[in-house]
């Protein structure tokens, strides 16, 4: 997540970290031991179950990632700058995405949720 | 009193004083009752705390945390019960069968009793250690009394500190001193 | 640094546990006394071996969630420290080291170091609610309060609910816990009118847990992580007995 899905994002790398993600989900499902057994307490089912959840959700900021042709905020990529300034593409993407899961292998479907600014005017943020 | 070596004349008359004061004696039973009280509480309540921990440590480090005395309330009690049974068979239960239900100004000769059973250096050393219980028991049984029943202000928590180490080094170490001026002859 | 660890193991609360030894090296003296568990229960994993299960959240001495009895100690032996923020520099090299969940009949365990406090949370829900008035926010100085009094009933407030107090007692009383919830709010105007039912509410859910009676002995005082002062007790009684005589 730290070398493709880090500061500054290109479409090749957040590719190539969605396969990583599934070959490592499938691996994880695979081949992850949880010691204890399932009649008494266990703490390590409850990491075992973090885990899982980090992977989702790793792989959840790479498909936003991927699909967020513009650099905004924190989220930077390195297609869309200008000379290093964020450069953001409001008429395309000016909505907060909800993802919606269908299933390990079926593409996600992307909700959209408009953003609509009634007393502020959009403006290209600028710290020069 | 007794120090007054006058061959227990004025022994005899406080002793007759102190229990002849309605006031005395009044006093007496609202202490003594509150203590009957507290103690019999406590039993009840020793056995909820035992029970409170039904499994028990495997190593633990009691010193470390807090007064031993604190922690061997009922073992020095316990102790100062057998001294309170013995101490009673030598002066008080004799004395009362004397006296029966009514007779309560024919008293035996506690002073001269006294002076008998003090000779004996195992008695002796029975008191001086029964008194020390009393000192350990009262130095944290005073504070805890105050404590227990709220009250703990930091205005008035060093007196009660104070009284409470002084009365228990006044209290046992006069009723040591009998047996022992007794017994190394210094009243007779 | 090297560590000679004798743990208690005990599958859960039906079944008796037992001390089980475990040796580890190469640790480092700056490391909490918890990240030193990590690090053995990595080792057993690595050796197929069940971890042991431990209770931890903030590791930042904030929560209560840690809970370990080390060397006769709760929360061991550094003073007003949790056990997430004892450090292995508290130790000598070499050093054998026992480590026992909290022990009380209130506190069942539920896997090896790992008890079940809720009983504390029974006696803080017991507590009930504070009544206060509703709408715009008060103006901060619209309900006086005395300095010293605020500060006392802050200092209160800085119980953490971890249970250290219950495990240092010889008679495992929940006194300093319960005296500690009961003073932060005795002392401040905020939730005067409940103030006696909640009480005898705390103090009679208290009892029914099987926690065991205070008899003054202090050691939890001496190992409460927050420094919850023994004077609390003393209110708490004071709270008590005066709420008996005046309810009805
Ligand atoms: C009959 C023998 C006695 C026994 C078995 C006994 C035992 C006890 C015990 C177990 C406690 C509770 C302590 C605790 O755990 O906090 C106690 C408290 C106390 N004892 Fe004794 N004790 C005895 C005699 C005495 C005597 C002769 C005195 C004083 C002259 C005395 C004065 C006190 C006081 C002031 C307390 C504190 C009461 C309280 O905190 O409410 N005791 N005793
Ligand atoms: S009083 Fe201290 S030891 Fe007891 S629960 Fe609160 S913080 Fe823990
Ligand atoms: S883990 Fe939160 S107080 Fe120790």
Redesign the pocket.
Known sequence: MWEYCGMARTEEGLTKALDLLKDLRESFWKEVRVPGSVSEFNPELDKAGRVADFIELGELMVIDALNRNESCGGHFRVEYQDNGEAKRDDDNYRYAAAWEFKGVDAEPALHKEELVYENIKLQVRSYK | MIWFNDGGETFSNWGQFYRNQPNNSCDGTCSGGR?YY??CR?LMLWKQNRDARPVKYAYSNPPAKSKWYSRS??L???L??IF?VIHSAHFWIPNRMQQGLTDWHNEIDLYGRMLEVFKNPLVVSIYVFGCIS?FW??L???K??FQ?LGVNHTKYNQTIEYAGIAFSVVIPLLFALMPISIYFGLVN | MKFNLKVWRQKNANTPGKLVDYSIDNINGDMSFLEMVDVLNDNLVRQGEDPIAFDHDCREGICGMCSMYINGRAHGPQHAATTCQLYMRSFKDGDTVYVEPWRAKAFPVIKDLVTDRSAFDRIIAKGGFVSVNTGQAQDANNLPVNKAYAEKAMDAAACIGCGACVAACPNSAAMLFVSAKISQLALLPQGEPERNNRAIAMVNQMDEDGFGNC??IGACEAECPKEIKLTNIARLNREYIAASVINE
């Open positions: 203590l507290s103690h406590w309330m009922g020095l009690g316990t100062l019960l309170l009393l028991h009262l944290h049984g005073f805890s009394a227990s | 008899t003054n």
